[in-house]
């Protein structure tokens, strides 16, 4: 039997999953994996397909297929890749927006779930998230999913404990914020 904390956990995720997966004005970002897509190009630009679809855990004919609605959007552009074989994609300004303005909506959100704890609830919070976070990160491309649609800015700030266990660095502290 699962016991309370671990179910009310599980509705959390939840929670957050179905508001941050609410529909979109633009067809092409319906889903998830689109969104998630967007979100790592920018994150990671120049990348290859190849590099991206571990990013958001995908097979490469279905990565194939999620570039190729961002690209036929207008939010992502191929480049010449490192080798004839290969492309970078980039994200097109309409597609640094999108991805901006998901970001923003995401961060909107957590906020306001986070915003419900007073300061002393939010430092104990953070730092059992840390744990969590740096103890169930399995390696590199673990990594890239779990953060697949972070705003990496401030945790690579502070300290995120998803890039420090990947790298193999000790539980980094709660940020100074």
């Known amino acids: 039997m699962v016991q309370r904390t671990a179910n009310l956990l599980g509705v959390l995720a939840v929670l957050v999953n179905d508001d941050l997966s609410s529909p979109s004005s633009l067809p092409a970002l319906a889903g998830s994996t ?20 571990e990013a958001v855990a995908l097979s490469h004919p279905a990565a194939v297929r999620a570039v190729a609605g961002l690209v036929d959007a207008g939010l992502v552009e191929k480049k010449a890749g490192s080798d004839k074989r290969s492309v970078a994609l980039v994200l097109t300004p309409a597609g640094r927006r999108e991805a901006s303005r998901l970001r923003t909506a995401r961060g909107r959100l957590l906020e306001r779930i986070v915003g419900r704890l007073g300061d002393d ?14 103890n169930e990160t399995r390696d590199a491309s673990h990594a890239m999913q779990l953060c697949r649609l972070c705003d990496d800015k401030p945790c690579l700030k502070a300290g995120c404990p998803v890039e420090c266990r990947k790298q ?10």
């Open 121 to 134: 609830e939010r430092a104990v919070f953070e730092d059992l998230l840390i744990k969590i976070l740096w």
């Open 34 to 53: 689109a969104r998630a897509m967007l979100n790592a190009i920018g994150q990671y630009p120049d990348s290859s397909i190849e590099v991206l679809r």
């Open 168 to 177: 193999g660095m000790p539980v980094p502290g709660r940020s100074a914020s």
